[in-house]
């Protein structure tokens, strides 16, 4: 069975504090990407990152990073110095050989200035 | 840039209404997606199309209608709107295998009364 797993339903931290989004996965495939999407309070849905299953390097893109360990089956978003901008709710999203994604319940974050 | 575009915005309306939501896409995607969302919750998948005159329901049951007559263009129809309708409605295309991180449009926030 397909499954994302985000544990946190909400998570509250002042501004400029470091937060870590939680998501873990379930698949039998050996092949399988994993993705990150934003949604502002706007509602639209944008796409942060994709990461492939034979790709475990980290990666960094400014305040951004992805922590992704096949071990433990997941793929950890982090956030360094949190401004009040990046309050939203994120989802973690996985794609298997059956060709759907499959979004977590998400984690709604919230930045206090 | 994703160019994905959703009419209307916002849209209230009385039970009994026959409304169509409009999604276009102008990537060239084969694959798009409809998505119903109560604001900050889950998403679910009420229905996809993987090219023209091809479409598939979602894992959630929808009284929703689709088609894909074109490319660039996947309307979502509801014949009798009913006030268990409200929700928002997100279109999404995806540019197919192997990547398929999915673009999202800004959605359409449905009120039926």
């Known amino acids: 069975a397909q499954k994302v797993t985000q544990a946190q339903t909400e998570i509250s931290v002042v501004e400029k504090e470091d937060v870590t989004l939680d998501c873990v996965y379930e698949t039998r495939d050996t092949t399988y990407y994993l993705f990150w999407y934003k949604q502002p309070p706007s509602g639209e849905l944008v796409f942060l990152i994709r990461?492939?299953?034979?790709?475990?390097q980290n990666e960094i893109s400014g305040r951004y990073s992805w922590n992704f360990q096949k071990s433990t089956s997941s793929f950890n978003f982090t956030i360094t110095a949190s401004q009040v901008v990046d309050s939203a709710v994120y989802f973690c999203?996985?794609?298997?050989?059956?060709?759907?994604?499959?979004f977590g319940p998400g984690t709604s974050l919230s930045v206090i200035p | 840039e994703a160019d994905i575009y959703q009419t209307p915005r916002y849209l209230v309306i009385g039970t009994g209404k026959k409304i169509t939501l409009e999604c276009s896409q102008t990537m060239g995607h084969d694959k798009m997606y409809w998505y119903q969302q109560d604001p900050g919750m889950e998403l679910h998948l009420i229905h996809y199309s993987y090219g023209v005159n091809s479409t598939e329901k979602g894992d959630l049951s929808s009284e929703s209608t689709v088609s894909r007559i074109r490319t660039e263009h996947f309307p979502l129809t509801l014949e009798s709107a009913r006030p268990s309708h409200t929700s928002q409605y997100l279109c999404a295309s995806s540019v197919g295998q192997p990547r398929d991180e999915q673009f999202f449009g800004p959605g359409t926030r449905l009120t039926v009364l």
């Open positions: 990461r492939n299953s034979f790709d475990e």
């Open positions: 999203a996985l794609k298997t050989s059956y060709d759907k994604v499959i």
